[in-house]
């Protein structure tokens, strides 16, 4: 091994990649911890990674008839009681408004809640009930239907181990649901906004994942279905990156969403729900960040190009300033994909830090401009995804930036397709399949394993119970094939996904 390289961020992955994730967060200047346990307060850095997030997905779902609504942060302890699984999923991470005011306490000093609500109220965890309470007013016959909604809003979810951005008690979402007339139709359309994340998480966040069906036991709490996508982060774990179901009727029953049919008769409507939310940047930082720090597709950059003039104490730096201004607007006039590109310019006299804090926030390309530059006509770039620096003609660059940028995109996606190729393995030796997950840790999460399951619960909890592995999904592309189970040996038809997962 030869000596290691000095690092922006300490620890690198592969000393200890959870610490790892953290620092790039904080070096980044994302986000930080906040006050409030298992909450975060999101810093403009990451919230305009999260705004050019919601943009694109919002007209993506858009383009599909989906519209927007706004439904309340509190839900009624009796509307959560309507689906038996869903509360039971849900109940061990509530929070509860039970009081709703304060008032002196004369025992302890300070205050005290007061004013006991006849009902308590839940904060969202998510909102299927009491958007199924206005669905059932809504509906009264097939031509009221479908109704395709989406909400753009924040969920808590009580967790006791909370990682920012992974999993936090409170943290920002969409949630899309819609009611349907017919069986048919909702499955085609939970179908539809897992392609719909595919593109996004894919093409966006530049993510491979892999597309299929959760088992039983790892269904949405009350779903009759739960299919996902799935991405493998750099340890090799899987981190689902966004979930689409079927609900079936348990909720249209629960909610009383009921319409006249063609026939005239009373029916239940089917309905399905679907998430994203700010686990997805966590998944990025993940799959892309390297030791330098945050690294950031192009294309949900908050921007593009940031230009380093090179300024002399003393001078006035009228020329150089000016000729980064120039750069500036001449970069700005280019189109890259839904936005034009965007430029930042660091005047900051804080010597070689400057560079290196840009690094550290991931911005795609790097532009250093001094008078020898500009003499030359040249500028001296850098991009985020490679360790060389080059000098390029200025026109030539600015023609070329949108190029870069896409390549750049492209690059960051082919990287993690190999990455999955390298790490991914059909296994059928339960033995082999014990030893991968046992030696592995740290960095070396084990892998992406395909194994055949015979399909019993049991020997999905046994394996999650020696291994903490789980399946993370049927992939739809899995093909029918003899096998064992890699646990029981008994007879299976196809290969499940199995991973370690955030
Ligand atoms: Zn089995």
Not at 60 to 76: Q, W
Not at 154 to 181: C, D, I, K, P, Y
Not at 320 to 341: P, T
Request: glycine content about 6%.
């Amino acid at each position: 091994m030869g000596k290691k390289n000095k690092t922006a961020i300490t620890p690198t992955r592969e000393d200890d990649y959870p610490a790892w994730y953290q620092e790039v967060i904080k070096a980044s200047d994302m986000a930080e911890n906040s006050p409030v346990r298992g909450c975060m307060v999101i810093k403009p850095w990451g919230y305009a990674i999260w705004e050019n997030i919601v943009r694109q997905m919002d007209i993506m779902f858009k383009e599909t008839g989906v519209k927007n609504a706004y439904f309340p942060l509190f839900i009624p302890l009796s509307y959560l009681e309507k689906e038996a699984e869903h509360v039971e999923g849900f109940a061990k991470e509530c929070a509860v408004v039970t009081h709703h005011k304060l008032e002196p306490d004369k025992e302890n000093g300070g205050l005290k809640p007061a004013g006991k609500l006849a009902e308590p109220l839940i904060v969202r965890p998510t909102s299927e009930t009491i958007i199924g309470e206005s669905m059932a007013k809504w509906t009264s016959s097939y031509r009221d239907l479908p109704i395709l909604l989406n909400q753009w809003a924040n969920v808590v979810r009580w967790e006791m181990r909370t990682r920012m951005f992974l999993r936090t008690s409170e943290f920002l979402w969409q949630e899309g649901h819609t009611a349907h007339a017919t069986e048919q139709e909702a499955k085609k359309r939970t179908l539809l906004m897992l392609d719909v994340y595919t593109k996004f998480v894919e093409e966006y966040l530049a993510m491979p994942v892999i597309r299929g069906r959760k088992t039983p036991s790892e269904r949405f709490p009350g779903a009759e279905d739960t299919t996902c996508i799935e991405a493998m982060m750099q340890d090799k774990r899987a981190l689902q990156a966004g979930t689409s179901h079927f609900l079936g009727q348990n909720f249209a029953k629960g909610s009383n969403i009921t319409f006249q049919n063609e026939e005239g008769k009373e029916a239940f409507a089917w309905t399905t729900s679907w998430g994203t939310s700010t686990r997805m940047v966590g998944g990025m930082i993940m799959t892309h960040s390297d030791d330098d720090g945050l690294v950031v597709p192009p294309r949900i950059a908050p921007a593009h190009v940031v230009i380093l003039p090179i300024l002399k104490k003393g001078s006035d730096n009228r020329e150089v300033l000016d000729s980064a201004q120039s750069l500036k607007d001449a970069l700005e006039q280019k189109q890259f994909h839904e936005r034009h590109v965007e430029v930042e310019i660091d005047n900051r006299d804080i010597g070689g830090a400057r560079g290196w804090d840009w690094v550290k926030k991931g911005i795609p390309v790097r532009v250093e401009l001094g008078p020898r530059d500009i003499e030359k006509n040249c500028v001296f770039m850098a991009r985020r995804d490679e360790s060389k620096k080059q000098s390029m003609n200025r026109e030539e660059f600015i023609d070329q930036i949108t190029d870069v940028l896409d390549n750049m995109q492209d690059n960051l996606f082919n990287r993690a397709v190999n990455r999955r190729k390298e790490n991914t393995f059909e296994i059928d030796d339960k033995d082999q399949f014990y030893q991968l997950y046992k030696k592995s840790k740290g960095f070396n999460n084990g892998a992406f394993v395909m194994s055949h399951w015979c399909g019993s619960d049991q020997c999905e909890t046994d394996i999650k119970k020696d291994l903490s592995v789980t399946i993370r999904c049927i992939p739809f592309d899995s093909p029918t094939e003899d096998g064992h189970c890699i646990c029981c040996g008994n007879a299976s038809s196809r290969r499940v996904l199995f991973a370690k997962a955030y």
